[in-house]
């Protein structure tokens, strides 16, 4: 059974910092790109940030880009996301996804197998 966990979410200040994790289990962790989407009440399941399976390839939407880092540890089956700078306008639930592929990312919810249950992240202003 593939399980992915997301926690570190919580109520936060803009400008603040927070860490998002996931732990992985289940599946070779090293075989999956993973992912990060947020969904806020009313909107779609929104693409953030992407990771290959070997950690070298990342992306990023462009509203994050230069604020969350990606990145994975395969020894503890784990990926993070690091908010940094965070806006109102992050709210939303943060979910992580695995992609069964070594070499390619993705942006697209579809391109995801399986999917954690979400951590809430709250930015005050």
């Known amino acids: 059974q593939v399980q992915l966990v997301e926690s570190g979410g919580g109520l936060v200040q803009s400008g603040a910092s927070l860490r998002l994790s996931c732990a992985a289990s289940?599946?070779?962790?090293?075989?999956?790109?993973l992912g990060w989407f947020r969904q806020a009440p009313g909107k779609a399941r929104e693409f953030v940030a992407a990771?290959?399976?070997?950690?070298?390839?990342?992306y990023y939407q462009y509203s994050v880009k230069g604020r969350f880092t990606i990145l994975r540890d395969n020894d503890k089956n784990t990926v993070l996301l690091e908010m940094n700078s965070v806006k109102p306008e992050d709210t939303a639930v943060y979910y992580c996804?695995?992609?069964?592929?070594?070499?390619?990312?993705?942006?697209?919810?579809?391109?995801?197998?399986?999917w954690g249950q979400g951590t809430q992240v709250t930015v005050s202003s």
């Open positions: 996804a695995a992609r069964r592929s070594i070499q390619t990312l993705s942006m697209e919810p579809a391109g995801y197998d399986y």
């Open positions: 289940g599946l070779t962790f090293s075989d999956y790109g």
């Open positions: 990771i290959s399976g070997t950690g070298r390839s990342t």
